[in-house]
């Protein structure tokens, strides 16, 4: 029984004490561990592994004519988008991700949806405002509208190119779009230039630069960056941080599935992703038709999710893997 407290509610002439109960310390800790274990409940019956590995996909132009080994067809594109839907997977933003708010239904898993060079074939817009029919975005739309809880959601990494746009207005109503539309906005420099070797200014000079235009035309501060080419300044912190901008996360251009967030093994200053392409030459191993197919056949390697945001479910083996930031969050079964 609870303990019983009478509490006088002065509210004017006529009032009368109302008895208000109180749970006791024994009470609430047993409603809160019958909490708990419905959660390990639920994230058992899920399969949930949030330390498992969360594919990272990236495209570059969608054309009917492909001219580089980077471009895909819009049919390709939209394959590889159905190939998503049919594999249990979610999409996430990349900033959704590295700050650890990957909401998705239990038992689905999350996978990120990353373009570079922000091309016309990515982001077109009509005389009305609306997507052209087979660019990126629009096919996006459709796969998602056909498949109820697909997220038509994505991170584009701009350059100064913005979409093939040059006039300021034109390059803020495309920037605009993406932020009302729930897309990301990441940096990917300002002129697509090669990192590596530069010194520190000119590394501030092309991130801060296209960082401060993006702020201006869209009140958007990118929370992550792609590096062009996938090649790291000589001190990798020069990414994250410097005059004008601060990235929570700093993604490449590899060859594998991304760590979790919560495991030990995510570094935030070289996360990897993967070519989407198909199984040729090289990317018989390491682009996202092999890597798709190798985590659908090693499902304990996958991340599968809980259903809740507020926790990080994972079978009771993983526990090494976890890190000590989230060891509050921490919903081993």
Known sequence: MGVVAVAAIVAGCGSEPVAQVKDTKAEAAAKLQKTKAAK???AAKAKANELGQIP???WHRIVDKPATTDDRTPAQFRADLERLVKDGYVPVTAAEMVTGKIDIPAGKHPVVLTFD???PSQL??????????GTAVAILQEV???NPGFRPVATFYVTRDMFGKTNRDEQAQMLLWLKNNGFDIGNHTRDHHNLRGRTHQQVEEQIGGIGKEIGALS???PVTIALPYGNQPNKKEWAARGNGYKHAGVFLAGYTPA???FSRSFDPLGIPRIRAMD?????????STAWLDWLKGNPDMRYTSDGDVATVAYPKFKAPFLRKAFKTYALPY
């Open 40 to 42: 390990v409940a639920a």
């Open 56 to 58: 990272v996909l990236m």
């Open 117 to 119: 060079d922000s091309s």
């Open 124 to 133: 077109t817009l009509d005389g009305t405002g609306t997507p052209q029919p």
């Open 144 to 146: 998602a509208a056909k």
């Open 219 to 221: 009140q958007v501060k």
């Open 259 to 261: 760590p979790s967030p």
């Open 279 to 287: 199984k040729k030459g090289d990317c018989a191993q390491f682009c």
